[in-house]
């Protein structure tokens, strides 16, 4: 069985405070920015690796980022993917969702498609839940989201949970397929010194758009039909009042300005 995870490296969150918003392109300046795997690619490229080792066949993992992306790669490597496949093109750069699922499908075909294609619900980043869905109705596949759960065999449907309001639908779903999951779906494992080491003698190739085929039609911040109106950082406001008084008496002033606005 060949399994495809689409794995996105995304701003470290101990970096957050240093991202900044380019007012040109109202996007993320991510320059001097620590990046690590999605945490929900993560739990995807579990669900891969345990299908891997219940069915046999390979993961590949595709990733459309910048070229210092490699070391995010590599992790995913060292977890256990077979390959990793770094979609790098200054004509990507920018893409919005439709462009960006459209690289990303692109490449799938251009490896020659894939049973099974793993991504992450949403991205910290971004948050919005579109890629996989996209990502499948190029490739002419079913979608389904919010997995929370896998039940895979060798031949016939596979049973997937997806998780709604009120609980979780069950459904059949037969390969070649797209699903997106949730961090109930698995607990990631811990990548081990010799993991990383064998992660060094694992393919990690990076393809531009010549290889990837994507074309220029909706790909690149100019062709994305989702424009950004308008970005930006709101204004950082601190203000703090110290009230005079025993601790008693501050209670008494706090509780009563709560009162008269209406708290209780």
Not at 12 to 38: A, C, S
Not at 110 to 135: F, H, N, P, R
Not at 165 to 192: C, D, F, M, W
Request: glycine share 8%; net charge negative; hydrophobic share 45%.
């Amino acid at each position: 069985m060949k399994i495809v995870v689409c794995l996105k490296p995304v701003p470290d969150p101990k970096d957050w405070g240093k991202l900044k918003l380019d007012p040109e392109t109202k996007t993320l300046v991510r320059t001097g920015v620590g990046t690590v795997i999605n945490p929900l690619d993560k739990h995807a490229l579990e669900a891969a690796l345990v299908l891997r080792d219940e069915l046999g066949g390979s993961v590949l993992v595709v990733s459309m980022a910048p070229p210092d992306a490699g070391p995010v790669l590599k992790e995913a490597l060292a977890m256990g993917a077979d390959e990793a496949y770094l979609l790098s093109d200054r004509a990507f750069a920018g893409s919005d969702t439709l462009g960006t699922a459209h690289v990303l499908a692109s490449a799938i075909e251009a490896l020659g498609g894939s049973d099974v294609i793993l991504c992450g619900d949403e991205t910290i980043d971004g948050g919005t839940a579109q890629v996989s869905a996209q990502v499948a109705e190029f490739l002419g596949l079913p979608n389904l989201m919010h997995v929370s759960h896998i039940q895979a065999q060798a031949e016939g449907p596979f049973v997937v949970h997806s998780q709604v309001e009120q609980g979780h639908l069950v459904v059949e779903i037969a390969p070649p397929l797209v699903l997106s999951v949730v961090k109930e779906l698995n607990t990631p494992r811990y990548v081990t010194m010799m993991d990383i080491l064998d992660a060094e003698e694992k393919p990690l190739v990076t393809w531009d758009n010549e290889q990837v085929c994507a074309g220029e039609s909706c790909v690149g911040l100019a062709d994305s039909p989702t424009q950004m109106a308008d970005l930006f950082a709101p204004p950082k406001k601190k203000q703090a009042e110290m009230l005079p008084g025993t601790p008693r008496e501050q209670a008494r002033e706090l509780a009563g300005r709560l009162r008269r606005l209406g708290f209780c």
